[in-house]
T-cell receptor, first 116, second 112 residues
């Protein structure tokens, strides 16, 4: 989607190195999310944000940290990458509309991360 | 959010209607039914959502049973480009902070 971009699209990194993935939105949505997707596990929530400097953990947050200093940017950091963090990472955004006007999430195109 | 049950895979002939079922027998009164799909290697894409009335948009139709315990997503004239994994999710729609929880979905294969 044009309103949400992820960078980089692909990255190969070595075990033990720090990695930061960026999600950028132009929709001014309040909520942003990071998911990872692995074969056999589907999409799992890592962290999410409900406003600038407001973040919380998802179901698979160990080994990851996030930051949101501006509405438009949500960063996911792997402090010390491990092979188990090889995955496809998706960012999503959502706005806080009430009732039937809430269309759920808009997802980015994903970042394919390989840790060797 | 209520859990959903979907068949793991389905086939459909190109040009025919694809009917994808979803069971959500523990759905609450304020939970909406959402459908997303994920085409290979892309991010999930919103298709449609509804509360209790049938809904239709340019992509699909959503039929929800009167007791709301199940629903069917209908792609009226499936094309090869509709081959994807389809996810049925139920969630409260008045708080965007409620996380979307993705199950296994249904892998739809549209065949020529």
């Amino acid at each position: 989607d044009a309103g949400i971009t992820q960078s980089p699209r692909h990255k190969v990194t070595e075990t033990g190195t720090p990695v930061t993935l960026r999600c950028h939105q132009t929709e001014n949505h309040r909520y942003m999310y990071w998911y990872r997707q692995d074969p056999g596990h589907g999409l799992r929530l890592i962290h999410y944000s409900y406003g600038v400097k407001d973040t919380d953990k998802g179901e698979v947050s160990d080994g990851y940290s996030v930051s949101r200093s501006k509405t438009e940017d949500f960063l996911l950091t792997l402090e010390s990458a491990t092979s188990s963090q090889t995955s496809v990472y998706f960012c999503a955004i959502s706005e806080n509309r009430q009732g039937p006007a809430n269309y759920g999430y808009t997802f980015g195109s994903g970042t394919r991360l390989t840790v060797v | 959010d209520a859990k959903t049950t979907q068949p793991p895979s389905m086939d459909c002939a190109e040009g025919r209607a694809a009917n994808l079922p979803c069971n959500h027998s523990t759905i609450s009164g304020n939970e909406y039914v959402y459908w997303y799909r994920q085409i290979h290697s892309q991010g999930p894409q919103y298709i449609i959502h509804g509360l209790k009335n049938n809904e239709t948009n340019e992509m699909a139709s959503l039929i929800i049973t009167e007791d709301r315990k199940s629903s069917t997503l209908i792609l009226p004239h499936a094309t090869l480009r509709d081959t994807a994994v389809y996810y049925c999710i139920v969630r409260v729609a008045n708080n965007a902070g409620n996380m979307l929880t993705f199950g296994g979905g249904t892998r739809l294969m549209v065949k020529p």
